[in-house]
């Protein structure tokens, strides 16, 4: 299983960035896949979950009606579009996979929203 994020950067406060996880090594369109950030000194926090046909999707609270969470099969791709990015967004962000009762993380992509 390998996991490799991309597309995170600066921005600035109200601004937007698209993250990307590019995902192989098993059957991608079977499994639900998942953001998760990690800001300094904080533990790691789900944002968001899409299953594996991309029906369904849960995200945190905290970002609901600002982030969006998609996948593409046919491309084993999935996203994170953020909108509205706000300080308190900045963090690690970092996809996520469990398969067979194994959890499996990306290397992480650095957000910082800072004017």
């Known amino acids: 299983v390998r996991l490799v994020e991309s597309g995170g950067g600066l921005v600035q406060p109200g601004g937007s960035l698209r993250l990307s996880c590019a995902a192989s090594?098993?059957?991608?369109?079977?499994?639900?896949m998942s953001w998760f950030r990690q800001a300094p000194g904080k533990e790691r926090e789900s944002v968001a979950r899409?299953?594996?046909?991309?029906?369904?999707?849960t995200t945190l609270n905290a970002v609901k009606g600002r982030f969006t969470i998609s996948r593409d099969n046919a491309k084993n791709m999935v996203y994170l579009q953020m909108n509205s990015l706000k300080p308190e967004d900045t963090a690690v962000y970092y996809c996520?996979?469990?398969?067979?009762?194994?959890?499996?993380w990306g290397q992480g992509t650095q957000v910082t929203v800072s004017s």
């Open positions: 090594g098993f059957t991608f369109s079977r499994y639900s």
């Open positions: 996520n996979v469990v398969r067979w009762g194994s959890t499996y």
């Open positions: 899409i299953t594996g046909a991309g029906d369904t999707t």
